[in-house]
């Protein structure tokens, strides 16, 4: 198979099969400690349970006919050597001890009964509940020749000649544990043998099974990856949610899409930045032919130039560099709003004497073209929290518009209306109007309306309102009729006193 074709790397199938063989070990020693504990477990408990009662019996068939102790008090040594001799015959693990009623142990043939000897105790905890449930539960109780040990036993109690106590009997003694340790460790073997084996067999049966699905899924992956890699871009994991790989499908198409978006859009960006450039361009070299015109007529016939035509083509030369510098701080200015270069500055100011101001400020131009401008509400004082600067280039931007495209005698309002918790600005023309197919456009960068008179383009004046708008998280909305004028309304939030 083609190395570009395969879904798993050698370094990856090696890091998988080590993974498997440390498995397998994990599962095999795990499988033989918990077999063996339980069958430990469950191998004392019936000989417990088969034993349970062999300490009464010893009580009835030995302490019926002859008494534990002598007339001294002490312990009858030959009635437990000849109890001990019976059991040892049947069975060799047994180990006989009598105890008080306080658990001391007063006799065993097992121990050592010197004078220097220590004497022995049995805690009698283990005793009363195997006693209590009449051996039908598994209790463990001390092994007095091996302290610390736990061991099963068989106990009862005995009351002869006004003396209490148990009769204590170990059912594993050391002899059974030695044996048991020995076969123990042998089956252990075997079992282990055994258990790895078969553990070996299925974590490979599953191993592989496991393997393929994986390789499954990641052929499925690769492919796709690839395909939109070389080029194929509608490349996406098909029906994701019934994959077995359905959070990594839905997050490749995810990002896929976000790819696909990002490079339409980068395209889209392209595609603007040419038709900017292409604008810029006509724009620029409008006024710059204008001006190169005019001076070069100043320099050939200024011997025969009239002070006035002088004065003309000055003026013209001096508005054409007004226009270009105009421009110029346009393009500046919309580049830092599309760049997200500017920061609002939130502030509360009144929105009414910001209007006065514009109104103040363009009235001379309106008037030089016989047109009102005029404000409604002027009494009214509207504060509005937002930034002063931007909000006065908006409103200036569609003064300057509105202006612009009112012919003589018509009439422009700065409407100002405070609407629950907002302030609606509203400015008003009766010129040429908007064509309703052009309206959705107005706000694009250099969008060409009204191509057939003489005033083209809207250029960038809308598009900086636009992006000011936006930083405001607010919108814009233009009402126009063609020969009845334009009305461009925007909110912004009423600052509470």
Known sequence: MDSKNKALTPKLVKKLWVAFVLLILLMGASYIFITGYYAN???QATTQQVNANIANHVIQEKFTNASPFLEDGSVNKPLFGDLMHDMMAVNRSIEVYLLNDIGE??????????DNAPSKTVALGPVKEFIKTEGASFVKGEDPRNPGTKKIFSAAPYEVEGRKGYVYIILAGKDFQNISNSLLSSYFKQLGIGATLLTMLFSVVI??????????????????????????????????????IEIFANSFNEMADTIVGNMDKMKSVDLLRRELIANVSHDLRTPLAILKGYIETLQIKKDNLSEVEKE????????????????????????????EQVTPIKEPFSITELSHDLVAKFKVIAQKKEITLQIENPNSNCMV?????????????????????????????????????????????????????????????????????????????LAIVKKIMDLHDTTITVLSKPKEGSSFIFNLPAYQV
């Open 207 to 244: 191993g592989l099974i496991s393997i393929w699905f994986l390789t499954k899924n990641l052929r499925l992956i690769t492919g796709t990856v690839r395909r939109f890699q070389e080029g194929d871009l509608d490349a996406r994991i098909e029906n994701p949610e019934d994959s077995d």
């Open 41 to 43: 477990k469950y191998n």
């Open 312 to 339: 003309e083509y000055l003026q013209i030369t001096h508005d054409n560099v007004d226009k270009l510098s105009n421009l110029i701080n346009q393009l500046f200015e919309y580049s830092k709003l599309e760049a």
């Open 105 to 114: 142990i007063l006799y065993s043939v097992v121990l050592d009964h010197s």
């Open 385 to 461: 929290f937002a930034d002063v600067s931007l909000v006065e280039r908006a409103l200036q931007n569609l003064i300057e518009n509105a202006i612009k495209y009112t012919n003589p005698h018509g009439l422009v309002t700065l409407t100002l209306n405070k609407i629950d918790d907002n302030v609606e600005i509203n400015i008003t023309d009766t010129g040429t109007g908007i064509p309703v197919n052009e309206q959705p456009f107005i706000f694009d960068r250099y969008k060409q309306v009204n191509k057939n008179t003489k005033k083209q383009g809207y250029g960038l004046g």
